[in-house]
C-alpha cells in the first residue's frame, strides 16, 4: 500500500534498513543514521544509473529501484523460509 501512495520511489524506505540491518547487525535505533546515508547514496546511484542510456530520454527511476528492489524482496522471502 505505500508504494501505490508513495510512488515508487517509497520502495527505497522498504529496501534500504534491510540492507543496513544485513549489513551492520546493530539495534534499530542505532540504525537510523546509516539508513539515511545508504539511502542517500542509493538513490542517487539509481538517479545516475536512470540517466546512463544515451537515448532520447531517461529510464524513471522507479523502473531502477524496482529492479534492484525485487529481486532483494525475493531473496529475503527465501531467506525467511529457509530459516523457519
Known sequence: MLISIAGPIGFVGLIVPHIVRTLYRRDNTALILPTFAVGGL???????????????????????????????????????????
Open 42 to 84: 542509493f538513490l542517487a546511484a539509481c538517479d545516475t544509473l536512470s540517466r546512463l542510456p544515451a537515448t532520447q530520454g531517461e529510464v524513471p527511476i522507479g523502473v531502477v529501484t524496482a529492479l534492484i528492489g525485487g529481486p532483494f524482496f525475493v531473496y529475503l522471502i527465501f531467506q525467511r523460509n529457509r530459516g523457519a
